[in-house]
């Protein structure tokens, strides 16, 4: 019988706190359920193994961070739509390591509740470059260069490979604003 109060939704936050601190690659069934206090073969009664969990803390690190940046750029455009989303995913990849890094693989073909997911994420994306007049298969090169450039920095920083004195703040913005002129003149 499942342990009272025991849900999909509290082993996925558990673990989401769990790879928050241990880092998504370290994530194991068996810390997860001694956090929870339950036997291991009890987890299986809420999530499909570890690929299975692995899978819902993506689709948490998907929806979380497509609602950070929606509201971020929520009655905004052009520059100030592509800093507000910037900062926003700097900032979700900050507080919230464990699902960012799940939140990063590709949805399988055939899961159509993750790739409705993925499709959200993107469509913000999508939306702020807009602003710069970019649509069809541009954007989505331009998705895909913005996309890169925020996930680099946020990796590197989180593994503490910026290792000068100046500040990252300063370093951040100069790299939105390589990107904003990098989309202002994007090759038509």
Do not use: C
């Amino acid at each position: 019988m499942p342990r009272a109060g025991l849900t999909p939704a509290t082993v996925v936050d558990e673990a989401a706190r769990l790879a928050d601190e241990v880092g998504l690659d370290r994530l194991t069934l068996a810390q997860v359920a001694s956090r929870l206090g339950v036997s291991l073969p009890s987890l299986y009664k809420h999530v499909p193994g570890l690929d299975g969990l692995r899978r819902l803390l993506a689709l948490r690190g998907i929806r979380e961070l497509t609602a950070a940046t929606t509201t971020a750029a929520v009655g905004r455009s052009g520059p100030a739509a592509l800093r507000a989303v910037a900062v926003a995913y700097r900032d979700y990849a900050r507080a919230h390591p464990g699902p960012y890094a799940a939140s990063l693989r590709a949805p399988d073909p055939g899961d159509a509740e993750y790739q409705a997911a993925a499709e959200g994420a993107v469509a913000v994306f999508l939306a702020v470059l807009d602003g710069y007049g970019l649509s069809g298969d541009r954007a989505i090169d331009a998705t895909r260069v913005a996309r890169s450039a925020l996930h680099g920095f946020v990796a590197i920083d989180a593994a503490a490979g910026f290792g000068l004195p100046l500040s990252l703040d300063s370093s951040f913005e100069q790299l939105v604003a390589a990107l904003d002129r990098a989309l202002t003149s994007w090759p038509r």
